[in-house]
């Protein structure tokens, strides 16, 4: 059975997938405002990100330390296989719902 996941965890896991290996919290939170228009607290964003790698949705890692970032590593993520099915899990019940309204949601 598929794990159900909160509409944050959906726009989180749709930044992972998009942005790859470089799928870092202030980016991840960046895609998310760019896309949607929502102004994510990184807090909330890290809350979000921790209960799907608790529950095997993603995996993380910390990169090495940069200058840039004075010293500072940053923690990466990426999307396992049960994330992903997860995600589309989601996306086809929205779907569902969603058929049917005369609704003109989608993008063109």
């Known amino acids: 059975m598929t794990q159900s996941i909160s509409d944050l965890e959906v726009l989180a896991?749709?930044?992972l997938l998009r942005?790859?290996?470089?799928?870092y919290g202030?980016?991840?939170r960046d895609?998310?405002?760019?896309?949607?228009?929502r102004d994510v607290s990184i807090g909330s964003l890290?809350?979000?990100l921790q209960r799907l790698e608790d529950r095997g949705l993603v995996d993380a890692?910390?990169?090495?330390?940069?200058?840039?970032r004075?010293?500072?590593?940053?923690?990466?993520?990426?999307?396992?296989p049960a994330g992903k099915e997860a995600l589309e899990a989601s996306l086809r019940s929205l779907q569902?719902?969603?058929d049917g309204l005369g609704l003109d949601w989608k993008a063109s």
């Open 31 to 37: 895609d998310i405002a760019a896309r949607t228009g």
């Open 61 to 68: 890692w910390i990169g090495e330390p940069t200058s840039v």
């Open 19 to 23: 942005l790859g290996e470089d799928a």
């Open 13 to 15: 896991l749709a930044a």
């Open 46 to 48: 890290y809350k979000a």
């Open 26 to 28: 202030i980016a991840i």
């Open 96 to 98: 569902n719902m969603v």
């Open 70 to 80: 004075g010293g500072r590593a940053k923690k990466h993520f990426r999307v396992l």
